[in-house]
């Protein structure tokens, strides 16, 4: 079986939460094909849970001073720093019949492509229930997925080399906390490509072996393709909503 494979894109927030919807609404359709895709953030961002709220969770002056993106996503999950210069992150698109209606069944499928893509690149890592991947105990990839319209909507990061120290900046961690030794009992429980490696792979070796990741998890072929115009224009459309205060401030 064939799945689309879309080019890397570096685009701004708004822009990449407008695609995904915009693939989600029309592959439900049928009117654009099962998709996998990656992307980068710029500028850097941070991407709120659908049903978390702004004020709790981020600090709009510290993102203001740093200039990053804050947008809500339509999926839930908590707060993530997207940082561009140290992140990749995926979306995969499909119909809800090509994956398990078991939540936790249908992440460890798609997961298994990070999964697998992490060994590629001479990782040993291994799916947590619900949504993480871990390299020897430690997180370095989270998931999250929403179901709409008979189609699947599964995004997700993977940790390459991120600032930690400006992530705890920009979410509500009290400043007292962000100390060396703060950041050193993070880096118990995360960890990056990087540091597991010894050594930093480029976005596109990394892009690489999570594409032969997800075909083996997938089961798929994945071909290369663009996107195609309904889906630019309906992605145009909807960037407005996401850039929008009402849709940020809606909780």
């Not at 009117?31 to 049903?51: D, Q």
């Not at 209606?101 to 992440?107: L, M, T």
């Amino acid at each position: 079986m064939e799945w689309r494979l879309l080019p890397l894109r570096v685009d701004d927030a708004f822009t990449s939460m407008a695609i995904d919807e915009a693939l989600l609404r029309l592959n439900s359709e049928g009117k654009a094909p099962n998709t996998v895709r990656f992307w980068r953030w710029l500028p850097s961002a941070v991407s709120l849970g659908c049903f978390q709220s702004l004020e709790r969770e981020v600090d709009l002056e510290a993102a203001k001073r740093h200039g990053v993106d804050v947008v809500r996503r339509i999926t839930g999950g908590g707060a993530v720093f997207h940082d561009h210069h140290g992140e990749l992150t995926y979306s995969v698109v499909c119909r809800e019949g090509d994956l398990p209606r078991d939540i936790i069944e249908s992440y460890q499928i798609i997961c298994g492509g990070i999964v697998q893509g992490l060994e590629n690149l001479g990782l040993r890592a291994e799916f947590r229930p619900i949504n993480d991947v871990q390299v020897n105990g430690k997180k370095i990839s989270g998931s999250a997925q929403t179901r709409r319209w008979g189609s699947v909507l599964q995004h997700g990061t993977v940790l390459i080399s991120p600032d930690v120290r400006l992530m705890f900046e920009l979410l509500k961690v009290s400043p007292e906390k962000i100390s060396d030794k703060f950041i050193s009992s993070v880096f118990e429980r995360v960890t990056t490509v990087e540091r597991e490696l010894g050594k930093r792979p480029s976005f596109g070796q990394v892009r690489a072996a999570l594409v032969k990741g997800f075909e083996a998890a997938l089961s798929v072929e994945l071909v290369e393709g663009e996107m195609e115009k309904a889906e630019m224009d309906l992605a145009a459309e909807l960037r407005s909503k996401y850039a929008s205060q009402e849709w940020l401030r809606k909780r």
